[in-house]
């Protein structure tokens, strides 16, 4: 017989707070130092934020990379630099932020939605290529959770129809695909360095690229179109708004990025061993993990199986009461259907631009019937804890066995 559940009063699995998560220290403090000493906090004139491009860019073995306010600006430049026309569209996850969203509708573009996989939550290539029209401009790839998509169908796919792929990599730093780094695989990555993300610099972001024309357009399109190597009166090539970065932000990311390796080779240990721990529990699975990936868990997400005796609500909540904290289906619906002017096409005054630009597919609508497997998805998805870089071994294991004896429990 399995332990009484503290939900229905046996004793909590965990009774004490997990260590606390101090992701800055003295190594951005002195990189701040050196800024306020500079007295240089825009990035014309300073150092910190051309350094954080390039050591970023390093690591990835990039040639190109433009830093930015936040992550959804770093996708912002990325549709600055595959400027699709008005009206023409973006295929992407249904699954994801609004800042994955924004920079398509700012550009004009119009965002169109692929399912996701039922067990991966990624973008599901063959949905990706059914919802190819005549329209569309590129493909942008969200690696869900840290956890990489199915890279190789989507590049052949986007190869045959000549589209280039833009790679959101918010919640997947130094993810892998097969030995290649998320970011790397298409034409264009993105990363957000947001409070909570792997590395941080509070809210900054940072694109990548190994195409000269988009870096160029990247760097232009950051800094409102102007080309500052020129001499003679103003010239702005490109049209774009003032996505830079500061001095003291890039400071931080700096730091940050040194630091980078580490944290992901101690994040990822921990939640390899938390999929170990939970691999054979019954009712409950986690995200799957495509073989010769390797995942970077900015969350652990897992899946209530379809028959399982209990509910997500129902799992988070007996989760919870074992002293570890969980959420239940992430967003709770489709991106457009969590945003009300995107699902009425009312975003800009009373107009329905871009979706009644003359160059628009008519018909284009956001409703229940447009992605019904991704909400099946979000209503059994649970994320439990997720295991960072900060906790023990020990940690872990408690994680491991509230999941365990809740999933057990539940389903006496």
């Known amino acids: ?31 701040l130092v050196d800024v306020i000493d500079s007295g240089a906090m825009n990035r014309w004139g300073g150092t910190k934020v051309v350094a954080f491009e390039e050591e970023f860019a390093d690591i990835h073995g990039a040639e190109w990379s433009v830093a930015s306010t936040s992550g959804t600006a770093a996708i912002h430049v990325a549709m600055g630099m595959v400027n699709p026309a008005p009206g023409q569209e973006i295929i992407t996850g249904p699954i994801t932020d609004m800042g994955s969203i924004v920079p ?12 996701c996989d039922a067990e991966t939550f990624n973008m599901d290539p063959a949905d990706i290529e059914a919802k190819i029209t005549e329209k569309t401009a590129a493909i942008m790839a969200i690696h869900l959770f840290g956890n990489p998509c199915d890279m190789d169908p989507i590049m052949e796919i986007a190869r045959a129809h000549n589209l280039p792929v833009i790679e959101d990599c ?14 790397t695989i298409g034409d264009i990555g993105c990363f957000s360095l947001q409070q909570s993300k792997h590395i941080t610099c509070g809210d900054g972001g940072i694109t990548i690229t190994n195409d000269e024309e988009f870096g160029l357009r990247g760097k232009l399109f950051m800094d409102k179109g102007w080309h500052r190597a020129l001499y003679g009166p103003r010239k702005y090539e490109v049209f774009g708004p003032n996505y830079r970065m500061n001095e003291l932000s890039g400071a931080v990311a700096l730091a940050q990025t040194r630091k980078l390796r580490d944290i992901i080779a101690r994040r990822r240990a921990n939640g390899d061993l938390l999929r170990e721990l939970v691999a054979d529990v019954p009712n409950v699975r986690a995200q799957k993990l ?30 919870k009461a074992e002293g570890i904290s969980c959420g239940a289906h992430y967003i709770g619906r489709p991106i457009f259907l969590c945003h009300d002017a995107l699902r009425n096409q009312r975003l800009f005054g009373n107009s329905h631009h871009p979706f009644d630009h003359p160059n628009a597919r008519p018909g284009i609508k956001y409703d229940d019937d ?40 539940l389903g006496q």
């Open 170 to 183: 918010s919640q997947a730093h130094l993810s892998e695909y097969k030995g290649r780094l998320v970011g």
């Open 370 to 409: 447009t992605t019904p497997r991704t909400q099946e998805v979000l209503d059994r998805l649970v994320q439990p804890h997720c295991p960072t870089q900060f906790m023990s071994e020990e940690d872990v294991r408690d994680i491991g066995a509230a999941i365990r004896k809740v999933a057990e429990g």
């Open 1 to 31: 017989m399995s332990e009484t559940l503290a939900i229905n009063g046996g004793q909590p699995v965990r009774t004490r707070p997990f260590p606390s998560e101090g992701k800055v220290g003295k190594e951005e403090l002195k990189e």
């Open 104 to 115: 398509i509708l700012y550009q004009g573009a119009i965002p169109t939605f692929a399912e």
């Open 290 to 319: 495509i073989e010769g990936c390797k995942h970077t868990y900015w969350q652990f997400g897992m899946r209530v199986e379809e028959g399982a005796p209990f509910t997500a609500d129902e799992f988070a909540e007996a989760l």
